[in-house]
């Protein structure tokens, strides 16, 4: 019994250590912080709530965006086995590589490993030394039931082929190909390749995260804002000034631009949201006007800790070529 576990143990370590380091954590040297986004593929049949809490998720709203369920949907509502559920995450990067900052936090409950964690809580998203080396276990098959661990997620702030993009740790499943993968996310298979260093699909290994760059929409956000770098993947939407502005990424409908407006529901730390409205006009953020040709649209452009909303006037010319 004890041979065979020592067996297993050997095992397991010699099979990690022909995994390349790129495959345990995703490469990211600038040294600052974004929004990042993980795939995680509950094994059972669970819910919103039961999600938000193992991922350490606070606010709701930032995990029905990110997975374009209405903002009406309740805490309760159920998610199916097998369904991939896309968890937004901070990231933080420190010695060249993303890490989830400071969450999800996991309590060690009775019989986990910490192989057992990173598998079969988290589901392979990543591997377990790196938790080890995180919360600086010196030997992993000592730990302690109540034991709080913090579970370095993988992610990255960088841009890919000078672009800024939203990282997403993707699930690899068995059986499928870097080339899948890239039409699944609308990218391509060299930029792939790179980014993960794989050199072809041998090295695509089923169960483990692989780094792949959403591209995102993009606007007039202020640098200065709290929200900068401000960027909103295809197909999902994210509330931002504390609730107050709902923004929505539709990349076939708007050129992938980003549509803001007012959401219309209570804000997180503000006690009301502030005036959203542009200057010299009479609008808010999200609403238009037409004059003659030109398209006037109020956009959100950040906001400040001091309750202030930025916004910008943007002008787009319909006109036909011979009126410019
Ligand atoms: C789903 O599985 C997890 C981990 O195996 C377990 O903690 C949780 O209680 C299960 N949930 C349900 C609803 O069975
Ligand atoms: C930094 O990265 C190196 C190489 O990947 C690793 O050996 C070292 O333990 C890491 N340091 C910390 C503090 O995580
Ligand atoms: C776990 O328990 C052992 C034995 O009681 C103790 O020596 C060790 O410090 C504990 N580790 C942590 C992280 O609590
Ligand atoms: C947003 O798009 C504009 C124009 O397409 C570009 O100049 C700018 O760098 C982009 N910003 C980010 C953060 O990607
Ligand atoms: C990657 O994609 C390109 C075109 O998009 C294709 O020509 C090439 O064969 C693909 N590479 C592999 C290894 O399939
Ligand atoms: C895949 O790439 C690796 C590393 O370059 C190489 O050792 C291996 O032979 C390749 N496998 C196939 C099937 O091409
Ligand atoms: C954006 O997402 C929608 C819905 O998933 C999809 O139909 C569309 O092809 C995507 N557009 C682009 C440009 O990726
Ligand atoms: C979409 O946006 C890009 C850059 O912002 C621009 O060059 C292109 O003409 C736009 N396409 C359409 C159909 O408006
Ligand atoms: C449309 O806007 C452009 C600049 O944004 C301006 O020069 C032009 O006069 C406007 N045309 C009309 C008809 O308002």
């Known amino acids: 019994m004890g041979f065979t576990r020592i067996l297993v143990c050997l095992l397991f370590y010699s099979s990690f250590a022909t995994i390349s380091v790129a495959q345990q954590a995703f490469k990211c040297t600038t040294g600052k912080t974004c929004r990042s986004i993980v795939g995680y593929k509950s094994p059972n049949t669970t819910s919103i709530s039961s999600i938000q809490k193992l991922f350490g998720v606070k606010n709701r709203h930032s995990l029905l965006g990110a997975n374009n369920l209405p903002l009406s949907t309740q805490s309760n509502y159920v998610i199916r086995e097998q369904t991939v559920i ?148 295809n197909n999902t939407y994210f509330l931002t000034a504390n609730n107050c502005v709902k923004c929505k990424c539709d990349a076939a409908a708007n050129n992938w631009t980003l549509q803001c407006e007012l959401s219309r529901i209570k804000p997180s730390s503000w006690s009301a949201c502030p005036a959203m409205q542009c200057e ?27 309750q202030n909303i930025f916004t910008t006037l943007a002008t787009q010319s319909t006109c036909p070529s011979y009126y410019r």
Request: net charge negative; proline share 6%.
């Open 86 to 233: 896309k968890i937004p995450i901070p990231c933080i990067c420190f010695n060249g590589t993303g890490a989830s900052n400071k969450m999800p936090i996991y309590t060690v409950q009775p019989g986990d490993t910490l192989s057992y964690i990173a598998s079969d809580v988290f589901m392979g998203l990543l591997t377990y030394p790196r938790i080890q080396q995180v919360n600086q276990i010196e030997n992993p098959n000592l730990i302690n039931v109540s034991q709080v661990l913090w579970i370095p997620l993988p992610c990255s702030c960088e841009e890919v082929d000078g672009e800024s993009v939203v990282h997403y740790a993707h699930l690899v499943e068995a059986g499928s190909t870097v080339e899948e993968i890239a039409g699944m996310f609308g990218t391509t298979n060299d930029t792939l390749y790179r980014l993960n260093g794989i050199a072809n699909n041998s090295q695509l290994i089923a169960e483990t995260a692989f780094d792949v760059p959403l591209k995102a929409c993009n606007s007039s956000v202020r640098e200065d804002s709290l929200d900068s770098p401000f960027l909103v993947p």
């Open 280 to 306: 010299d006009s009479s609008l808010t953020i999200g609403k238009t006007t037409t004059s003659s040709c030109n398209t006037t649209t109020c956009a959100y452009a950040g906001y400040s800790s001091d």
